[in-house]
């Protein structure tokens, strides 16, 4: 019995535990013996080890082969981590009086967008850290999410960048906000809710000094939480009184939020949030944007393996315009068609 790195199991390796995905659903059970197909929906659904038992060969074996199972990072997860340790670093510090260091702060975004390229939305996985603060790691998500949206939506390129700082800012208000409430893990009270709604204000007051910020910028700290149809806080602005960026990073912001795992709830599946944003997008969120974001984000995912909530896994054959978060997909041959079969649904999606 030994843990070993995916890209060292092999076929007819004997499973000794249940392999799950991220979201906590099962993929293989206990006792399964792996096939090359099997290896190949390990390996694109990123599991990273498996405990298994091999034929012919003793434990002590399998322990040579597990001593060495580390794999580098990608260039792109690389950077993500020193972005989000740099922006940590920089919440922290932000006492009364301190200056947001934020050239620092551009040169580390400028090296992560440098590898925008290796970024997919819906199925980038961040790298391990225990060390995470789940809002901070959220921040530069939203970063890059809404550095792709910006670019979709055809704003001009000068902003693009600009719209990521937005995304990687947004929340500095919680800077204000006592770590308690933050970390809550469970229903924060009336007192409690009232006190974080007001990272907006706190933000803004935190960037609007900063001379080497544009408006937008500035805007988007405060009013990330608006609606257009004036539902939204801190200022219950509407329509057009709601700066783009701030449009832009209130998508990315709500999709990570729903995609990420907290301590009181399990991550969602993205395509089950692509459906509940389009929901939400009526009389809240921008329409516009809220349609190119769901139809960029599925155009081009034919031959994705993804898992149902049968638990079946298959992949991506054929994706309707008209119901982008519900395509048909292939299981062994067979065709399910999500737009017809209604009860059934994608709850995880990995790259192929």
Known sequence: MAVLPISQVQTGDLLLREVQTSFGNMLFPEGRTLSARDLE??????????????????????????????LPLSSLHQNFLKMERLLKHTFQMMGPGQKLPIFEIRGGLKDLLDHIDEYHVLT?????DPAAEPWIRGSVLTALTGYQLAKWMKLPEKDWVAVALSGLLHDIGNTRIDSTILRKPGRLTTDELTEMRQHTVYGYKLLEGVTSLNQG????????HERIDGSGYPMKATGDKIHPYAKIVAIADMYHAMTSARTYRTAQSPYIVLEQLQKEAFGKLDPLMIQCFIERNTQFHNGMLVQ??????????????????????????????????????????YSS
């Open 308 to 349: 149902l909530n049968d638990n079946r896994v298959g992949e991506i054959v054929f994706t309707d315009r008209a119901n982008p978060t519900r395509p048909m997909v292939s299981i062994f041959g067979d065709i399910v068609n999500l737009a017809k079969d209604r009860h059934l649904f994608i709850t995880a999606v």
């Open 217 to 224: 910028i500035i805007l988007t700290a405060l009013q990330h």
């Open 41 to 70: 929906i390990l390996q694109a659904y990123l599991i990273p080890d498996a405990d298994i038992k091999r034929a012919g060969l003793e434990e002590s074996e399998l322990l040579e082969v597990e001593e060495d199972k580390s």
């Open 124 to 128: 980038f996985v961040p790298p391990y």
